[in-house]
């Protein structure tokens, strides 16, 4: 039996995802356009993705995620920045983990052969394995788009081998990134981080001391007999002042996630790719859970972020395309890790997105890459938020902290004394 043709799932925009078969006719396909469109009436499109070695191992990933970044750094200058540059993914409908490619449509609406040569240039910078798969797409007379790949010929330099048929393709009933995300950002447990900062120590020092400080926490730990109260919230939604006031209140331990013993490599982290910013924070949870347990033995503990936000802004980033795309309530992903020690309450900290806004008017905090696109993409700051509300075992009670700071101390004090026994 024949394996299901490759599929390319390409944002456009206003977050609209665009299937689309290449080689063969993809069963259940519509007849026609817009998949025509979606390429560009006018100009040329080309397509770049970056493959990932037979396997998939954690290396692999890692190489393929920063040749990604590296890729779109470079797609952003130069010849480029007269073109539109396009999210895509390229998968099989079904297919298993590790089965998805990352890359980009470059849409040139000039058809500049400059365009292409640079492209090919770009790709001569890439001498060693994996490098950019390049293909474009033309037309026919007949309003058919085809797709022409670009390969390397010893002695003969780059030329177009053979041509594929792109038709529209339904759209499968999970978002293609959703099988890979365990792998790719939101970690099930701690030794699928681990594996990723230990493919990074040959060029992040910084990995090797994150490792270092990890092995010296227990691999399972238990709370004490004092409650655990975590605080989530975006940017500017009181939650610093909010955990400072409760645990005052408390008379508890205020920790934060990642711990002070990480957080000077924080810029670090963040300026690489999705997979190894998240292995960071992920590791962090783990170190911090051995902080938690040790401090529940004697007190209350109140922490400023936990699991819920490394997995929560992984799956807003990975996921491409609008609030739809999402994995649907009660999917796996949204599980708590098996071996992370549980929260006894999550405290969700809510305000409108304009009251959010006028917050952040005059802060001048330095933020990361994630916290400023919460201000400019407005699809981003949904995912994010409905992310946090489908969160499960423990989920995230609601917290409006528009009111004044009084009032939503005394709101949260009142919803962790309803839920805490030991309080």
């Not at 081998?161 to 099988?179: F, I």
Request: with cysteine; aromatic share 6%.
């Amino acid at each position: 039996m024949a394996p299901p043709p490759r599929c390319l799932a390409l944002e456009l925009p206003g977050c609209i995802l665009a299937h689309f078969a290449v080689g063969v006719e993809a069963p259940g396909a519509r007849p026609r356009p817009p998949c025509g469109r979606a390429l560009g009436p006018r100009g040329r499109s080309f397509s770049l993705s970056v493959p990932v070695a037979p396997g998939g191992d954690c290396a692999a990933r890692v190489r393929a995620a920063r040749l990604h970044q590296r890729l779109l750094h470079q797609l952003r200058r130069g010849p480029f920045q007269l073109c539109q540059l396009l999210r895509l993914l390229c998968y099989r409908p079904g297919g298993e983990a590790g089965d998805l490619q990352h890359g980009f449509l470059l849409h040139d609406p000039r058809d500049s052969p400059d365009t292409r040569r640079a492209l090919l240039a770009l790709l001569d910078s890439y001498p060693e394995a994996p490098r950019p798969r390049l293909a474009e797409f033309v037309g026919d007379p007949l309003s058919q788009v085809w797709r022409r790949p670009w390969e390397l010929r010893d002695g003969q330099g780059w030329r177009q081998v053979g041509r594929e048929r792109v038709v529209p393709a339904p759209e499968p009933e999970l978002h293609p990134v959703v099988p890979d995300l365990s792998s790719s950002g939101v970690f099930p447990h701690r030794e699928a981080a681990r594996a990723v900062l230990e493919a990074c120590t040959s060029f992040i020092p910084e990995a090797q001391a994150v490792l270092d400080l990890v092995d010296q926490c227990p691999e399972q730990v238990q709370k004490g007999r004092f409650p655990i109260i975590v605080i989530e919230g975006l940017d500017a939604t009181g939650k610093t002042t909010v955990t400072q006031s409760v645990s005052d209140s408390l008379k508890a331990v205020l920790l934060k996630s990642p711990p002070s013993c990480i957080s000077q490599w924080r810029k670090i982290f963040d300026d690489e790719p999705n997979i190894i910013r998240r292995a960071f924070y992920s590791l962090g949870n783990y170190i911090v859970a051995s902080e938690i347990a040790e401090e529940s033995t004697t007190s209350p503990v109140i922490v400023d972020r936990y699991w819920h936000s490394t997995a929560t802004y992984a799956i807003a980033t990975e996921v491409s395309g609008g609030l739809q795309h999402l994995p649907p309530a009660h999917h796996p992903i949204y599980q708590w890790p098996r071996d992370l020690l549980k929260p006894d309450l999550v405290l969700l900290l809510t305000v409108s997105p304009e009251e959010r806004m006028q917050r952040l008017e005059g802060r001048g905090m330095e933020r990361t890459r994630e916290e400023a696109e919460l201000e400019t993409n407005n699809v981003f700051r949904q995912k994010v938020e409905v992310s946090y509300q489908r969160m499960e075992n423990p989920g995230c009670h609601v917290v409006d902290a528009s009111a004044s700071r009084e009032e939503v101390l005394q709101m949260v004090l009142r919803i962790i004394r309803n839920h805490c026994s030991a309080l």
